[in-house]
């Protein structure tokens, strides 16, 4: 059998997680985060969904929200669902940190909500959003999809701004297949959370039951012996046919699903639980093993965490000196079956099918990093000579 491993460090499930339980996961979630009353959602987006719409009841006279562009499509689309306009804020220069002149200046009366983004589990600069969002009368919503358990200080991201969101999806350390969880440490903000999710949630056995099977397939195929049938081989595919978004799993379509978190699989996320701490701390420790050699590569900058704040690790997520030199080590290594990928393919407005949803806008920034960047997953799957593989085909690219 063909060995592959995941682009991103997922928590494997064990078949006793599958067994029904009494769902304590909220609760274990508030007493692990520190904060009251955690909202589960079906997905990072819908988690996204309900903030917004949240936030706009309470300050309807605005309806801005500024990303950062380059980040998830799923957020352009989220902000849309909303009925929310998106503005795009660049990526300050070789950073995944919102570009904070920018953002001051696009910020105003209109501005309902910034969203500094964890990316890659890396704790980005909330206080300077937080201070630009306090002039303007806006809101911080911490978009945390790719960083549970990621600390700032000592709170969890989510809990610096007004509002967090994280992604249980696939691929994101603990997963539900798809699940999101919503937090805030504003009492009020959090009733209006339960407001508006009384408002756009909606039953739908279809998409639970649906959800269900999916998770019960992770559950057996998320496996390196068996994730090149259902990840590799579809991989292969999209890069074959000269499609890298969907050889990433970027290309969404418009309808975004709204339903509850099942009782199950809130069952599953409560067995789970009570491994992910540990499971966060290993792959910590071996992100922090690996950072070195990858940082003595030429040219190469690979992100950690900013002084004060300990991310996750789901991958490592490097920059090389120019985008042919990241565009040759991927025609090598994307292909190898060792986890090496790209996150997003494009800035949001380059995306077509976001076309009428996002405004063109010149953002050589955000551009610069998806065309440099790539990703190395931190699964403890990827064993160190792979790991020595993966280093020895950067040292040969960079140095031709
Ligand atoms: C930065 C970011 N925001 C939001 C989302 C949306 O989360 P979900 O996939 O759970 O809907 C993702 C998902 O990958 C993400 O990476």
Same mark, same amino acid.
């Given at each position: 059998m063909r060995r592959e491993l995941p682009p991103t460090a997922g928590l =494997? /499930?064990?078949?006793?997680d599958? /067994? =029904?339980r009494r769902a304590r996961f909220a609760a274990n979630l508030a007493g692990w985060l520190g904060v009251a009353d955690p909202q589960l959602e079906c997905s990072g987006t819908a988690a996204m969904v309900?903030?917004?719409h949240a936030m706009h009841r309470l300050r309807p006279q605005r309806d801005e929200v500024v990303v950062p562009a380059w980040t998830c499509p799923l957020v352009a689309l989220a902000i849309h669902r909303a009925g929310l306009k998106l503005k795009l804020c660049d990526l300050a220069p070789g950073s995944i940190d919102l570009d904070a002149a920018q953002l001051?200046? /696009?910020c105003g009366p209109r501005t309902l909500a910034i969203v500094p983004t964890h990316l890659a589990g890396r704790v980005v600069d909330v206080p300077a959003a937080m201070a630009i969002a306090r002039d303007c009368g806006a809101y911080v919503l911490e978009d945390a999809a790719q960083a549970l358990g990621a600390r700032h200080g000592d709170a969890s991201v989510g809990l610096l701004g007004d509002a967090g969101f994280f992604s249980l999806a696939v691929g994101k350390g603990l997963t539900l297949y798809e699940g999101?969880? /919503?937090?805030s440490r504003d009492a009020q903000l959090r009733?209006?959370?339960m407001a508006s999710r009384r408002e756009v949630i909606r039953t739908n056995p279809r998409w639970s039951m649906q959800r269900a099977v999916e998770l019960l397939g992770y559950a057996v195929a998320y496996r390196p012996s068996l994730l090149y049938a259902v990840y590799g081989k579809p991989l292969r595919a999209a890069l074959a046919a000269g499609d890298p978004v969907a050889a990433v799993g970027d290309d969404f379509g418009p309808d975004i699903p709204l339903h509850p978190l099942g009782r199950w699989r809130q069952g599953v996320g409560t067995a789970a639980f009570a491994r992910l701490p540990g499971f966060l701390d290993y792959t910590r420790r071996q992100a922090r093993a690996r950072l070195e050699p990858l940082r003595a590569l030429p040219g190469v900058t690979v992100f950690?965490?900013? =002084?004060g704040t300990q991310g996750s690790w789901p991958f490592l997520l490097l920059t090389l000196p120019t985008g042919e030199a990241r565009d040759s080590a991927l025609d090598t290594l994307w292909t190898a079956g060792l986890g090496v990928s790209r996150l997003f393919i494009h800035a949001l407005p380059d995306y077509g099918y976001l076309r009428d949803i996002? =405004?063109?806008a010149n953002l050589p920034n955000a551009r610069d990093f998806a065309a440099r960047s790539l990703t190395i997953t931190n699964s403890p799957w990827l064993r160190d000579d792979e790991f020595a593989r993966i280093v020895d085909t950067l040292q040969r690219v960079l140095r031709n």
């Amino acid at each position: 059998m063909r060995r592959e491993l995941p682009p991103t460090a997922g928590l =494997p /499930l064990r078949p006793s997680d599958l /067994l =029904p339980r009494r769902a304590r996961f909220a609760a274990n979630l508030a007493g692990w985060l520190g904060v009251a009353d955690p909202q589960l959602e079906c997905s990072g987006t819908a988690a996204m969904v309900v903030a917004l719409h949240a936030m706009h009841r309470l300050r309807p006279q605005r309806d801005e929200v500024v990303v950062p562009a380059w980040t998830c499509p799923l957020v352009a689309l989220a902000i849309h669902r909303a009925g929310l306009k998106l503005k795009l804020c660049d990526l300050a220069p070789g950073s995944i940190d919102l570009d904070a002149a920018q953002l001051a200046t /696009l910020c105003g009366p209109r501005t309902l909500a910034i969203v500094p983004t964890h990316l890659a589990g890396r704790v980005v600069d909330v206080p300077a959003a937080m201070a630009i969002a306090r002039d303007c009368g806006a809101y911080v919503l911490e978009d945390a999809a790719q960083a549970l358990g990621a600390r700032h200080g000592d709170a969890s991201v989510g809990l610096l701004g007004d509002a967090g969101f994280f992604s249980l999806a696939v691929g994101k350390g603990l997963t539900l297949y798809e699940g999101g969880v /919503l937090i805030s440490r504003d009492a009020q903000l959090r009733q209006a959370c339960m407001a508006s999710r009384r408002e756009v949630i909606r039953t739908n056995p279809r998409w639970s039951m649906q959800r269900a099977v999916e998770l019960l397939g992770y559950a057996v195929a998320y496996r390196p012996s068996l994730l090149y049938a259902v990840y590799g081989k579809p991989l292969r595919a999209a890069l074959a046919a000269g499609d890298p978004v969907a050889a990433v799993g970027d290309d969404f379509g418009p309808d975004i699903p709204l339903h509850p978190l099942g009782r199950w699989r809130q069952g599953v996320g409560t067995a789970a639980f009570a491994r992910l701490p540990g499971f966060l701390d290993y792959t910590r420790r071996q992100a922090r093993a690996r950072l070195e050699p990858l940082r003595a590569l030429p040219g190469v900058t690979v992100f950690d965490d900013a =002084p004060g704040t300990q991310g996750s690790w789901p991958f490592l997520l490097l920059t090389l000196p120019t985008g042919e030199a990241r565009d040759s080590a991927l025609d090598t290594l994307w292909t190898a079956g060792l986890g090496v990928s790209r996150l997003f393919i494009h800035a949001l407005p380059d995306y077509g099918y976001l076309r009428d949803i996002v =405004p063109a806008a010149n953002l050589p920034n955000a551009r610069d990093f998806a065309a440099r960047s790539l990703t190395i997953t931190n699964s403890p799957w990827l064993r160190d000579d792979e790991f020595a593989r993966i280093v020895d085909t950067l040292q040969r690219v960079l140095r031709n």
